[in-house]
């Protein structure tokens, strides 16, 4: 099993460009969720999904979209990027409702100048 | 409004020097507090869970604690690759939702 995989690994933006996190997870997780990881604010949720077709905002939702057409894939969007959304991205996966330890990616070091 | 906290945020130890990190905690219904390490340019590994006051759970140098409002993170005889950053995590049985502790960064030196 690969686990939970992201891609890329770093990115640089321009402001107002958009992109896309790739997430993705081969252990059949229902639960998937992103989060930001910023120095001295720790890790903070953004969207999560439980299933296939279900997705919810987390505590920093604004300027993020994301989808989950599939059990696998979990990608987030930033719709208009700026520097305030230069950041650490990790995407996370966990079965059985949510309730039990979370399995994180590598991680999207994303800068938007 | 359920919080974390943690304490302290940094921590240096010398090889050998036993210590323990503090995680304090307000969560409306305990649903389950993990600890993470996470390695510089990694994402978070995970450790321990704990459901329950009075809980307590061991992996090699260390050993997880748990109380109605808070848990501590003990480390015996550290090495210096136990040198991380310690995250400490709830979940709220209202929400379901992770809410993580800023970490403390533990340096071992030999």
């Known amino acids: 099993n690969a686990g939970v995989t992201q891609t890329p690994k770093f990115q640089v933006l321009k402001t107002g460009q958009s992109m896309t996190l790739q997430c993705a997870q081969d252990?059949?997780?229902?639960?998937m969720s992103w989060y930001r990881q910023d120095p001295g604010m720790g890790l903070r949720l953004i969207h999560y999904?439980?299933?296939?077709?279900?997705?919810d905002q987390g505590e920093v939702p604004n300027g993020y979209n994301v989808s989950r057409s599939t059990t696998e894939d979990f990608p987030l969007r930033l719709l208009s990027a700026a520097p305030s959304q230069t950041s650490v991205y990790f995407c996370?996966?966990?079965?059985?409702?949510?309730?039990?330890?979370?399995?994180f990616g590598p991680g999207t070091r994303l800068t938007v100048l | 409004e359920d919080q974390v906290t943690q304490s302290p945020e940094a921590l240096r130890l010398q090889e050998g020097e036993s210590s323990s990190l503090n995680c304090s905690y307000t969560?409306?219904?305990?649903?389950?507090l993990f600890w993470y390490r996470q390695d510089p340019g990694k994402g978070p590994e995970f450790l321990f869970t704990?459901?329950?006051a009075g809980e307590e759970k061991e992996k090699e140098r260390l050993k997880a604690t748990l109380t109605k409002k808070e848990s501590f993170l003990h480390i015996t005889a550290p090495k210096p690759e136990d040198s991380a950053t310690y995250l400490c995590?709830?979940?709220?049985?209202?929400?379901?939702?992770?809410?993580f502790g800023q970490g403390t960064t533990l340096q071992v030196k030999p």
């Open positions: 252990m059949n997780h229902e639960y």
């Open positions: 999904s439980v299933g296939a077709g279900i997705t």
């Open positions: 704990l459901y329950s």
């Open positions: 996370a996966s966990t079965g059985t409702g949510g309730y039990n330890e979370q399995f």
């Open positions: 969560v409306s219904g305990l649903r389950g």
């Open positions: 995590a709830v979940s709220s049985s209202n929400t379901g939702k992770l809410i």
